[in-house]
């Protein structure tokens, strides 16, 4: 599948974003989706993940600001941000990852300002 990561934007601290993971070429259905951000000179971090039977993990630094979801029908993974702190400012990427199979969509970049 090929995704494509929508959503980002400039927003000040205490904002919300909404993040999109559109999948085109195959059905999500049976894939986890999944999402890590990479700040400027900072190693990537995985954000978020949900199972294709809706399980959902975060990371510590995001857990009760952050959900993901999906929706089947639209082939489509998201992550709502909200509360959000200057230290959330990265280049947000989201993947599919069935088995070993593993895509990536191009990264959206969110930025928060103080």
């Known amino acids: 599948v090929q995704l494509q990561a929508s959503g980002g934007g400039l927003v000040q601290a205490g904002g919300s974003l909404s993040l999109s993971c559109a999948a085109s070429g195959g059905s999500l259905a049976n894939y986890a989706i999944g999402w890590f951000r990479q700040a400027p000179g900072k190693a990537r971090e995985g954000v978020s993940c949900i199972s294709y039977s809706g399980t959902t993990h975060y990371a510590d630094s995001v857990k009760g600001r952050f959900t993901t979801s999906r929706d089947n029908a639209n082939n489509a993974g998201y992550l709502q941000l909200t509360d959000l702190k200057p230290e959330d400012t990265a280049v947000y990427y989201c993947?599919?990852?069935?088995?070993?199979?593993?895509?990536w969509g191009q990264g959206t970049l969110v930025t928060v300002s103080s």
């Open positions: 993947y599919a990852k069935r088995d070993q199979t593993v895509s």
